[in-house]
Each structure stands twice: as structure tokens, then as C-alpha cells.
């Protein structure tokens, strides 16, 4: 049966997702969002993902409080630079963070933590230097933000996946 639906949970979630984005559970949408739920099942599952090992749980709870109060801040803190800043990006940089981090389950939470928080932008990461290259908006200090990120994210991811 797995090899119909090797990924039951994501098929029902994308099933779900197209009945409430169509507002309808007609007979032919329900057939239709079936059939592209059934559809990106079996592309997952020609992808093989790895399964991610979460190790320690409580801390990846203690990390997704800390994440959402940190984007909060961040927002108050750009809201800020736009509205009181009189030339915008006088101190927007590049910056280079040499990381720890090995697992790829890890390395993409830590993408979408500095995406998701506004202000930071995960330009490019060098997997052979294993060193991540990041764009700040307000760019004052980097030890700052090498800090941030290895200390506060990092530590933890490390603590989760490997």
C-alpha cells in the first residue's frame, strides 16, 4: 500500500490545501485535488528524502519560541530603520558566517529562521567552506550577528539533528 501513497500525511495536507483554496468540496475537486495530492506523493517519494532524527524535542520547542519572539523584535527593528532612516541601506551589507552546522535538515531550519526573520536574507551557502554568506539590513557589527547566529540558532540546531 505505501508504494500507492508512500507519503499518506502530505497527500491528505495537499488535499486539504486545494478544497480551501478552491472553497469547494464538489465531487470534481475532490477528484482533482486527489489526483495532484497522489501526484506530489510519488514525486517526494522519487526524491528519498532522508527522515530527519529530531533528538532532543524540548529544545527544538525552546527554539521555535525563541525564533518567533526574534522575528517580532525584527520586525519593531526594521519598522524602525524605514520609518526613521533618512538614506535607506546606509548600513546594509554582505557578511560571511563560518558554521558548524553539517546536517542538511538543520542547514534548511537555519535557512528558513533567517529568511523568515525580517531584516536577514540567506543569500548563499559554501558547503566546501562550509560558510554561509548573508545579507543584513542594518549591518553595524558583524561579530554581532556571528554571534546571533551560531549561539542562538546554530547551537541549537546542533543540539536537534545531530
Not at 554571534?147 to 540558532?153: A, E, Q, S, V
Amino acid at each position: 500500500m505505501s508504494w500507492i501513497l508512500p507519503y499518506p500525511l502530505l497527500s491528505l495536507a495537499l488535499l486539504l490545501l486545494w478544497l480551501l483554496l478552491n472553497q469547494s468540496v464538489s465531487v470534481g475537486h475532490v477528484i482533482l485535488g486527489g489526483l495532484i495530492a497522489v501526484l506530489a506523493s510519488w514525486a517526494m517519494a522519487a526524491l528519498r528524502p532522508e527522515k530527519p532524527r529530531i533528538r532532543r524535542p524540548g529544545v527544538a520547542v525552546r527554539l521555535a519560541g525563541m525564533v518567533l519572539v526574534d522575528i517580532l523584535r525584527s520586525n519593531l527593528a526594521v519598522g524602525r530603520i524605514i520609518v526613521r532612516s533618512r538614506e535607506p541601506g546606509v548600513n546594509a551589507g554582505f557578511m560571511t558566517i563560518p558554521l558548524d552546522l553539517r546536517s542538511r535538515q538543520g542547514l534548511a531550519v537555519l535557512s528558513i529562521i533567517i529568511t523568515s526573520t525580517p531584516g536577514t536574507i540567506w543569500v548563499n551557502y559554501d558547503a566546501a567552506k562550509s560558510t554561509l554568506l548573508l545579507h543584513v539590513l542594518d549591518l553595524v557589527d558583524e561579530t554581532v550577528w556571528i554571534r546571533t547566529i551560531k549561539g542562538r540558532y546554530e547551537r541549537m540546531l546542533m543540539e536537534i539533528f545531530e
